[in-house]
């Protein structure tokens, strides 16, 4: 077991241009060796900080089973539980709870990440985010599972669902800090079938617990306590100096959270391309459960049974393509062909489902969106890894991306209800989807020293 004492940050424990704060761009260095187009070899600078790797990895996954069952099963159990509530209202309300928490998460995440990167603990910069989001997050589960006032539930909700998010984004910066280049692909593709997993984990605990309404919000996030307290004890989380942070500038932080596309144009274009998908995935997963009560007039526990089987049936392709793709990706070199392919497929999966008539139309829906998220969400993360524009700043950076896909947890709840009008018309939005994620992949061949 490491001691979070003995990981404190040294000039000699980190490459001279980190500890200066004059970190290269990644957008010159993530081609490698100019014109070669393969990405360096960073294992021994990372195992000099952060430990060895082969410690690293396992720690990271068996965390991501947890952090994956949070993060994609509180949506689905605060569904379940307005519509156990009152199913005329539920879809409005639901609509507007969670674009105030996609507001306070565009300001919170990258404020926390950024804070992350300056922490100076002694038990490191990740672990006090991490531990201290997850509890934040559990206490305000458990105030939704035992009220029943919209308002009291909202608040809940908004300050726990930002607590879990900065957890998990906190948890995310480990994989891109601790982990090479050359294996990061692999890894994701590996947290990606533990999310895999978790999805269908995550939609049979709410489907079997909707009854119990304080188990079903809180046993998500004990989940994730319980699967990332090994990470927390054993990785090697380096605690910075004082000297090597820069000083906590609030107006300057926040204008560092806006990255110059015209500096950094790949980190811009795959922004975008991410929040165009972003907008693909939170229409169709996070109404899904919706569509399933108010179109084929399913009862909440029934949908929420439905759901569990829609995540039994779409695992097996899942785990395949994100550890598949994953190792190809790494093995050809190349992230954009994959991105590519996975944001059209996840377009065709939202036209299909738009003209769903019946659940076993949905399910053929389902499981091509499968296929293209896996896809997406393996290779895009070691894309963005790429694209850093500096090392310095990593967990603010990932911070910004990860709003490309918060963004869209605000601008589509906002906008779904007026969309779907009174006949709850899932063509129309799901269409309107299918559009954006068709365009995230056309700017991907902007991205120029990536393959």
């Given at each position: 077991?490491?001691?979070?004492?003995?990981?404190?940050?040294r000039?000699?424990?980190?490459?001279?241009?980190?500890?200066?704060?004059?970190?290269?761009?990644?957008?010159?260095?993530?081609?490698?060796?100019?014109?070669?187009?393969?990405?360096?070899?960073?294992?021994e600078?990372?195992?000099?900080?952060?430990?060895?790797?082969?410690?690293?990895?396992?720690?990271?996954?068996?965390?991501?089973?947890?952090?994956?069952?949070?993060?994609?099963?509180?949506?689905?159990?605060?569904?379940?539980?307005?519509?156990?509530?009152?199913?005329?209202?539920?879809t409005?309300?639901?609509?507007?709870?969670?674009?105030?928490?996609?507001?306070?998460?565009?300001?919170?995440?990258?404020l926390?990440?950024?804070?992350?990167?300056?922490?100076?603990?002694?038990?490191?910069?990740?672990?006090?985010?991490?531990?201290?989001?997850?509890?934040?997050?559990?206490?305000?589960?458990?105030?939704?599972?035992?009220?029943?006032?919209?308002?009291?539930?909202?608040?809940?909700?908004?300050?726990?669902?930002?607590?879990?998010?900065?957890?998990?984004?906190?948890?995310?910066?480990?994989?891109?800090?601790?982990v090479?280049?050359?294996?990061?692909?692999?890894?994701?593709?590996?947290?990606?079938?533990?999310?895999?997993l978790?999805?269908s984990?995550g939609?049979?605990?709410?489907?079997?617990?909707?009854?119990?309404?304080?188990?079903?919000?809180?046993?998500?996030?004990?989940?994730?306590?319980?699967?990332?307290?090994?990470?927390?004890?054993?990785?090697?989380?380096?605690?910075?100096?004082?000297?090597?942070?820069?000083?906590?500038?609030?107006?300057?932080?926040?204008?560092?959270?806006?990255?110059?596309?015209?500096?950094?144009?790949?980190?811009?274009?795959?922004?975008?391309?991410?929040?165009?998908?972003?907008?693909?995935?939170?229409?169709?997963?996070?109404?899904?459960?919706?569509?399933?009560?108010?179109?084929?007039?399913?009862?909440?526990?029934?949908?929420?049974?439905?759901?569990?089987?829609?995540?039994?049936?779409?695992?097996?392709?899942?785990?395949?393509?994100?550890?598949?793709?994953?190792?190809?990706?790494?093995?050809?070199?190349?992230r954009?062909?994959?991105?590519?392919?996975?944001?059209a497929?996840?377009?065709?999966?939202?036209?299909?489902?738009?003209?769903?008539?019946?659940?076993?139309?949905?399910?053929?829906?389902?499981?091509?969106?499968?296929v293209?998220?896996?896809?997406?969400?393996?290779?895009?993360?070691?894309?963005?890894?790429?694209?850093?524009?500096?090392?310095?700043?990593?967990?603010?950076?990932?911070?910004?991306?990860?709003l490309?896909?918060?963004?869209?947890?605000?601008?589509?709840?906002?906008?779904?209800?007026?969309?779907?009008?009174?006949?709850?018309?899932?063509?129309?939005?799901?269409?309107?989807a299918?559009?954006?994620?068709?365009?995230?992949?056309?700017?991907?061949?902007?991205?120029?020293?990536?393959k």
């Open positions: 077991m490491s001691n979070p004492t003995d990981t404190r940050l000039d000699e424990d980190e490459p001279s241009a980190i500890a200066a704060g004059e970190s290269p761009g990644r957008d010159e260095i993530a081609a490698g060796e100019p014109g070669t187009g393969e990405p360096e070899d960073d294992t600078a990372i195992t000099r900080t952060y430990g060895k790797p082969s410690r690293t990895i396992p720690l990271v996954l068996l965390a991501a089973v947890g952090g994956y069952i949070m993060m994609l099963t509180l949506g689905t159990a605060l569904q379940l539980r307005l519509s156990a509530m009152n199913e005329a209202t539920a409005t309300v639901y609509s507007r709870i969670t674009t105030v928490s996609g507001i306070l998460m565009l300001v919170a995440i990258p926390i990440g950024a804070l992350s990167d300056r922490t100076t603990s002694r038990f490191g910069r990740r672990r006090p985010w991490i531990l201290g989001g997850y509890l934040v997050s559990l206490a305000c589960m458990a105030v939704i599972g035992i009220m029943t006032g919209h308002l009291v539930i909202g608040a809940a909700y908004v300050v726990g669902i930002t607590a879990a998010q900065a957890g998990f984004n906190a948890y995310a910066v480990i994989p891109v800090e601790g090479p280049n050359k294996m990061r692909a692999r890894v994701m593709g590996f947290m990606g079938m533990m999310g895999a978790a999805m984990a939609a049979a605990i709410a489907g079997r617990l909707v009854g119990t309404p304080v188990l079903m919000m809180t046993v998500p996030v004990l989940l994730a306590l319980a699967t990332t307290f090994p990470l927390i004890l054993l990785y090697k989380d380096p605690q910075r100096e004082r000297a090597d942070v820069p000083a906590l500038d609030l107006r300057g932080l926040f204008a560092g959270f806006l990255v110059d596309p015209r500096k950094h144009p790949n980190f811009g274009w795959v922004w975008l391309s991410r929040f165009l998908a972003g907008v693909a995935m939170t229409a169709f997963l996070s109404f899904f459960v919706l569509y399933l009560i108010t179109n084929l007039h399913f009862s909440p526990a029934e949908a929420g049974a439905r759901a569990s089987l829609l995540s039994l049936y779409s695992a097996p392709v899942s785990i395949v393509l994100f550890t598949g793709s994953g190792w190809l990706s790494d093995k050809m070199g190349r954009k062909p994959f991105v590519i392919g996975s944001a497929v996840m377009a065709l999966a939202l036209v299909i489902g738009g003209r769903a008539g019946s659940f076993n139309q949905f399910v053929i829906a389902w499981m091509v969106f499968a293209g998220q896996a896809m997406y969400l393996t290779v895009d993360l070691a894309l963005c890894a790429q694209v850093l524009p500096n090392e310095a700043d990593t967990g603010k950076d990932m911070a910004v991306f990860g490309a896909l918060n963004l869209p947890t605000i601008l589509v709840p906002a906008a779904a209800p007026a969309i779907l009008g009174a006949g709850n018309n899932y063509t129309l939005l799901w269409g309107i299918a559009v954006l994620c068709a365009l995230g992949a056309v700017v991907i061949p902007l991205v120029k020293g990536v």
